[in-house]
């Protein structure tokens, strides 16, 4: 489904997206956790993918449960399911913005000093 942008001056920055586990450390019991990044994608990939240019961002942390509990037992498809509704609130609230900027808009200076 296509969308007009009404008006002169007017662009989409797309915004990327990514999540990969990430061991934390020895000093907390061995836990890995799910850092939420964003960048935007109008920056070249050969800049945006080096550690160096900092141009992903750390948004949340997901809440993603180990695939065993502490008793060594596999989680059962209800705690799995709760779960996955945990990570869909923290998403919801944290992209909740993102429907009222794609509404209304923001205005944002360019480059070239303009303001659009």
Do not use: Y
């Not at 007017?10 to 997206?17: S, T």
């Not at 498809?77 to 945990?86: A, P, Q, V």
Request: hydrophobic letters at 40%.
């Amino acid at each position: 489904m296509e969308r007009e942008f009404p008006g002169e001056g007017r662009f989409v920055i797309p915004i990327i997206f990514g999540s990969d586990e990430t061991f934390q450390t020895n000093f907390s019991g061995d836990k890995n956790i799910w850092p939420l990044n964003i960048t935007i994608g109008n920056i070249l990939s050969k800049f945006r993918n080096r550690p160096t240019h900092s141009a992903w961002r750390l948004l949340a942390l997901l809440p993603i449960r180990p695939k065993k509990n502490a008793s060594g037992k596999v989680d059962t498809d209800e705690e799995m399911r709760s779960s996955l509704e945990n990570i869909q609130q923290v998403l919801a609230t944290v992209l909740a913005e993102l429907k009222t900027l794609w509404k209304t808009g923001i205005e944002v200076v360019c480059p070239d000093g303009k303001v659009r």
